[in-house]
């Protein structure tokens, strides 16, 4: 998408007076559709829609050995697939960067034991663990990919169910899993400290969040935050374009108050979700 | 992650004996214990203090420019070369590019490297990139690639932001264009005490919670950030752990300091570097 000098500028007046072109606030969020348990074959799944961006995500587990630098955690792995159906940008390797820094600013969301606590994930002390897959497929692609992303990992994550182990029998170095035959005995994930990103972009003089295409295309410079509780757990700049070091604090701020208030509503809506619900694409 | 079967990897499963070691020795909460006490970090530094730099620029001569980086024994050499054509592109496009690799060499860490790069270094390459880009004037490059390699012979922490620093030397050795003097900072948080420029052990400290009781504060982290300096602008700005805000601003302001000391020794080396060539 390209905007003329004329469009830039009614997206900055728009931006300076409050209001912008969809009718929102600076602080406002577009409207945001999510589903659950949408993936016969995954252990938890969500597919999320923000405005024209979908995003969908599913969890595998399998039993894996711990690092033995960390024979108490359990692993967290995350993968982005930036399907060539979103945009035809993504074709080839096109969407491989992309990906990367996807999956880089998840992991390094997820690293902090305070925000996603790995040792419930371990089996047995150095020998056994939990590996979970988290698997983003990009479906479309409407701006403002970080937030959407992460929202749909935690609740990816909020949904997954881990089999439930009734007894570990060690044989030599042998070790023998004993896995609860009935498939509905399994443990939930603790995620209410998991993180959620936010994209502050710099528009004018001013901060906005959940910026779309066309006003990703106006931004001196932006950054993500990820906010776990009150905390940060990640922040980093992306795109060309540098800040002030006032203006970054600003968008902090912005970022963690938002943030606080996407994560509650985001919890909201997940504890609301029922198992009989029927809608979505793939239903 | 898809492993180079032509080289030697070493066996499949070996791991660095230090690991033994370490669980019977030092662990990073007794380390962080000694160092509150004493007041003074191991190497006899302030917290907010950073290390010797030595910096030098033309290290490789087969490169356009090149500069050598050693923060402590951290060593990081990198090399800038010519600008050329960007590859497999059919359409023109008025910005140049840079392509930023960022690589440790298998021997530079307590855990051995591989020849690819893993993830870790393909997210350093990404912040390299990102933190040059805003320094480099694209658009005086229309249509070309500028490549930057750096190589860390040894890690003892902050090997980035010694990379960025050492990258800005050698695009300014390289004749490439450029808006400003760019220099990058690493600071370490744990329990609200802020380290600067940590070393690896330091790194460790920061990256992780502590369990016992008395600690209760839950601020852990490492924050990199890479400053221009005359228009004091951030061009790159990257934290991970577990930070507050408050802290996370006063963390901002130490780094913005502790540039500002790293400048006069960049501008130092750029002079250097002009004098010695006026003169042959």
């Given at each position: 998408m390209s905007l003329c000098d004329a469009e830039k500028t009614f997206i900055l007046h728009g931006v300076a007076e409050n209001f912008?072109?969809?009718?929102?606030?600076?602080?406002g969020y577009r409207p945001i559709e999510i589903e659950t348990?949408?993936?016969?074959?995954?252990f938890g799944s969500a597919r999320l829609r923000l405005a024209n961006t979908d995003i969908l995500v599913a969890v595998k587990i399998e039993v894996d050995t711990p690092l033995p630098e960390r024979p108490f955690e359990g692993k967290i792995e995350f993968f982005v697939d930036c399907s060539a159906n979103a945009t035809p940008?993504?074709?080839?390797?096109?969407g491989e960067t992309l990906a990367i820094e996807l999956s880089n600013i998840l992991a390094s969301a997820y690293k902090s034991p305070k925000t996603?606590?790995?040792?419930?994930?371990?089996?047995?002390?150095g020998k056994k663990c939990w590996k979970l897959y988290v698997d983003i497929l990009?479906?479309?692609?409407?701006?403002?990919l970080f937030d959407a992303v992460s929202l749909a990992v935690k609740a990816a994550l909020f949904n997954t169910k881990v089999p439930l182990i009734k007894s570990v029998n060690i044989d030599g170095d042998n070790v023998e899993l004993d896995v609860?035959?009935?498939?509905?005995?399994c443990e939930r994930l603790d995620v209410t400290n998991a993180p959620v990103m936010v994209t502050v972009c710099k528009i004018g003089d001013n901060c906005v969040v959940d910026p779309n295409l066309a006003e990703e295309q106006c931004s001196v410079g932006s950054i993500v935050v990820a906010i776990s509780q009150e905390y940060f757990s990640t922040v980093t700049s992306i795109g060309i374009g540098s800040l002030h070091a006032q203006t970054l604090c600003s968008s902090l701020e912005l970022g963690q108050k938002v943030g606080i208030r996407l994560n509650e509503a985001l919890m909201d809506t997940l504890s609301h979700i029922t198992s009989d619900q029927d809608f979505g694409f793939l239903k | 992650m898809p492993v180079d079967h032509k080289r030697i990897n070493g066996p499949e499963e070996s791991v660095p004996y230090e690991l033994f070691a370490r669980l019977s020795g030092l662990t990073s909460e007794k380390a962080f214990e000694q160092l509150y006490k004493a007041g003074?970090?191991?190497?006899?530094?302030?917290?907010?203090e950073h290390r010797k730099i030595f910096l030098k620029n033309?290290?490789?001569?087969?490169?356009k420019g090149s500069a050598y980086i050693e923060m402590g024994q951290t060593k990081v050499i990198v090399s800038v070369f010519d600008p050329r054509e960007i590859p497999n592109r059919s359409d023109y496009s008025l910005k140049g590019e840079l392509y930023c690799e960022f690589k440790f060499a298998?021997?530079?860490?307590?855990k051995r490297r591989l020849h690819q790069q893993d993830n870790e270094e393909k997210q350093y390459s990404c912040i390299m990139k990102k933190a040059l880009e805003s320094a480099?004037?694209?658009?005086?490059?229309?249509n070309f690639q500028v490549d930057i390699y750096a190589l860390v012979?040894?890690?003892?922490?902050s090997a980035l932001s010694a990379a960025i620093t050492a990258a800005g030397v050698a695009l300014v050795e390289a004749g490439v264009p450029m808006y400003d003097i760019i220099t990058s900072v690493t600071v370490g948080i744990q329990q609200g005490v802020k380290l600067v420029d940590p070393d690896s052990l330091e790194e460790q400290m920061c990256q992780v919670q502590f369990?016992?009781?008395?600690?209760?504060?839950n601020n852990h982290g490492l924050l990199i950030i890479s400053k221009l300096h005359t228009?004091?602008?951030?061009?790159q700005f990257y934290q991970n752990g577990y930070v507050s805000l408050e802290v996370l601003k006063s963390g901002l302001e130490v780094l913005s300091k502790t540039c500002e000391v790293i400048v006069p020794l960049v501008q130092k080396c750029l002079i250097k570097h002009i004098t010695n060539g006026i003169k042959s």
């Open positions: 912008r072109s969809d009718g929102r606030d600076r602080e348990d949408i993936v016969q074959h995954a940008d993504f074709e080839g390797r096109g996603f606590n790995l040792k419930k994930l371990c089996i047995l002390k990009i479906l479309e692609c409407g701006g403002n609860s035959d009935n498939v509905f005995d | 003074k970090r191991s190497d006899g530094r302030e917290f907010e033309g290290a490789v001569s087969q490169a298998p021997f530079s860490c307590a480099v004037c694209l658009h005086e490059l229309p012979m040894h890690n003892d922490g369990l016992s009781e008395k600690y209760q504060d228009q004091e602008q951030l061009c």
